[in-house]
């Protein structure tokens, strides 16, 4: 069965800096694509940014590209989301999530099989 748990969210003023962490557990943590997504209220969820099974290859929504970075430790079966110069529209529930089968970096919710409960980050102006 596999788990997803994510932790590190909370609340934090505008220019501030938080990191999430997942920790993943069921499958073989290193064959798998990792992404973070988010949902504010009242909007669908989006892609935030992923990360590919070695961590060579990584791809960030252009609304974060530049603040956030995604990363992971195949030895602690952890992929991670640091955040800095966080704003107020950065204020969701952020999602991680593991792919399918897929061998590559995707954005699309579709090829990710497995979520976990979700984190709620909140940023103040």
């Known amino acids: 069965q596999v788990q997803l748990v994510e932790s590190g969210g909370g609340s934090v003023q505008a220019g501030g800096s938080l990191r999430l962490s997942c920790a993943a557990s069921?499958?073989?943590?290193?064959?798998?694509?990792m992404g973070w997504f988010r949902q504010a209220p009242g909007k669908e969820r989006e892609f935030v940014a992923t990360?590919?099974?070695?961590?060579?290859?990584?791809y960030y929504a252009d609304s974060v590209k530049g603040r956030f970075t995604i990363s992971r430790d195949n030895a602690k079966n952890t992929v991670y989301l640091q955040m800095n110069s966080l704003k107020p529209e950065d204020t969701a529930v952020y999602y991680c999530a593991q792919a399918r089968s897929v061998a590559y970096t995707t954005t699309r919710e579709y090829d990710y099989a497995y979520w976990g409960q979700g984190t709620q980050v909140t940023v103040s102006s």
């Open positions: 069921g499958r073989t943590f290193s064959s798998y694509t």
């Open positions: 990360i590919s099974r070695s961590g060579g290859s990584t």
